[in-house]
């Protein structure tokens, strides 16, 4: 059986690993192998290792984050194997960060050393190179990888699912230089990440514009919960600032406005470990107060050489953007950062389309819920990637079950049903790769589907989104472009039809939750919208030899 698997971050990377024992495995990404978000991840992955901790613990915790919008079963799931899994990457060789302290040691009854991060109940976020967790765990797996006979195609961009006869049948990709590519399949794994570049302030990689999602929406799949973005409340607030780990503020940092006053001591009981959503707006909210002001996090009450110690990468960063953190507090405001909702899936990965999977922050499983719990993204990557990929067996692996049905969208968004402008390419109105069609988008999508929303922005935004024409996906930025498009006018008409405020999705009209609102809401187009890929024969895989030996166990 030849499963493609497209993405390589921590899911990618472990289906990949996983399948390849059983199945023959081509792994699709579109950078270098480490190009993606996981590389970037510095918090690390939380997991309910200790003695004093348990998986229930840490499914109450995750429950409570996701304001009462994350699936029970898939949160059990994820924190009730995630010790096995984690075990796993001890086993490959990860190099989590050790502490020789004793209390510790009598705490955890190990020498693993742990941080806290946002709505955690305990110290349980394992990291590695004080603020690399990410890169340490991308290295070790694609070590694991290259002892795996895997078909690895680096800078290969996923542009269509084939489907035949209602099924996944394999990929259309593209080169760096938009040669064109079919790979046929017997399953196709999408493991390709978020798309935070909806929006113009990120944390996320430039790989992540939302590939896999926008492929699988045109080719029919049922996706859930796109309104549920979440904004990271620390991105350090200069040009080209990157994210700053909630681990700063689990280890004592605290947010203080332009007065010096530490303002969310007044709003919420956890202060600057409330949950993310809760800090992200009341950082907003103080920017607004102070015309635009920037608010400070500032770590300067923690021990300098721990800070330095503790937080390498991070004060790296910050020396360059031209702070001494030791000394001073730091310029930090939102962007966004992930996405819980995605490709509707189950507790194995399986799509509402036979022969599609899905993992990592490309799939909705409803684990996170309206609010991603901090430091659970890698742990999700790493238990439903393994799920998975136990799960492509048989001839075609088995669909994804839906407990309703999915509101059908007729033309993604817009006026009058026009099947030709939902997200198919063509017509004399394409403005190309030169930009245009990406500055629309996060333009709209930070003004009016950002962290803060009202019917009228919103309404609006779907107007404006239905007015841009698609570009033809002759090249990768054109791709991705197109794929931004389709999402942002999903993305638009979910938020409308959610008329309360809930966890990540915050409506100034609508500003309280509504009980009687569904937790979930899923969406398909319809298909006399959805673009079809011609029907030619498959162009060969190039295979690159690499030799076998262990994998994730």
Not at 287 to 311: C, I, M, N, Y
């Amino acid at each position: 059986m030849h499963v493609v698997v497209v993405g390589s971050g921590i899911a990618g990377l472990t289906a990949a690993i996983r399948a390849s024992h059983v199945h023959d495995v081509t792994l699709v990404t579109k950078g270098a192998l480490a190009d993606g978000a996981t590389a970037a991840a510095q918090g690390g992955i939380a997991v309910a290792l200790g003695a004093d901790d348990s998986a229930a613990l840490h499914v109450r915790d995750t429950l409570a984050a996701a304001a009462g919008s994350a699936d029970e079963r898939a949160v059990d799931v994820l924190c009730t194997d995630g010790p096995a899994r984690v075990r796993d990457l001890l086993a490959l060789g990860v190099p989590f960060d050790r502490t020789a302290d004793r209390a510790a040691l009598d705490r955890y009854g190990d020498d693993l050393a742990r941080g806290r991060e946002a709505a955690h109940g305990r110290w349980r976020v394992l990291h590695a190179d004080g603020d690399a967790t990410g890169a340490a765990v991308e290295a070790t797996l694609i070590a694991a990888l290259h002892r795996r006979h895997v078909t690895v195609l680096e800078r290969t961009c996923l542009v269509d699912l084939v489907v035949r006869d209602g099924q996944v049948r394999g990929v259309d990709v593209l080169d760096l230089l938009g040669e064109p590519q079919r790979i046929a399949a017997d399953a196709v794994l999408l493991a390709s990440g978020g798309a935070g570049h909806l929006y113009r302030e990120t944390t996320n990689p430039l790989v992540a514009t939302g590939d896999g999602t926008a492929a699988a929406w045109r080719a029919g799949a049922v996706l859930a919960d796109l309104e549920f973005v979440q904004f990271h409340p620390t991105r350090l607030a200069v040009p080209g600032g990157g994210l700053v780990s909630e681990a700063v503020r689990g280890e004592g940092a605290v947010l203080r406005d332009a007065r010096g006053h530490r303002f969310m001591t007044d709003l919420h009981p956890d202060a600057e470990l409330a949950p993310r959503d809760v800090v992200a707006r009341a950082i907003a909210a103080a920017v607004r107060a102070q015309d635009g002001g920037p608010v400070l996090l500032d770590a300067t009450g923690l021990d300098a050489d721990f800070l330095v110690r503790r937080f390498p990468g991070l004060t790296r960063a910050t020396r360059a953007a031209g702070f001494d953190w030791t000394r001073e507090g730091v310029p930090v405001s939102p962007a966004a950062h992930y996405a819980m909702g995605g490709i509707a899936t189950d507790a194995e990965g399986r799509t509402s389309l036979p022969g599609l999977l899905a993992v990592g922050e490309t799939a909705c499983t409803g684990v996170h819920g309206a609010n991603r719990l901090a430091s659970n993204s890698l742990l999700e990557g790493l238990v439903f990637a393994v799920r998975a990929a136990d799960a492509v067996a048989g001839p075609r692996p088995a669909v994804l079950r839906l407990r309703g049905d999915a509101t059908l969208v007729p033309t993604v968004v817009g006026g009058a049903p026009d099947a030709s402008r939902a997200s198919r390419p063509g017509g004399p109105e394409q403005p190309g790769s030169d930009g245009a069609v990406r500055h629309v988008v996060q333009s709209v999508m930070t003004d009016a589907v950002g962290l803060l929303r009202d019917a009228d922005g919103l309404a609006a935004a779907r107007r404006a989104l239905a007015d841009v024409a698609a570009p033809a996906p002759t090249s990768v930025r054109a791709a991705e472009d197109r794929a931004l498009l389709d999402l942002a006018r999903v993305t638009a008409v979910a938020a409308e039809a959610r008329t309360e405020s809930r966890g990540a999705h915050a409506r100034t009209d609508h500003p309280d939750t509504d009980p009687s609102a569904p937790a979930s809401r899923t969406w398909v187009l319809a298909p006399r919208a959805r673009p079809t890929a011609p029907d030619t024969a498959p162009a060969p895989t190039v295979r690159r030899p690499v030799a076998p030996q262990e994998a994730l166990a």
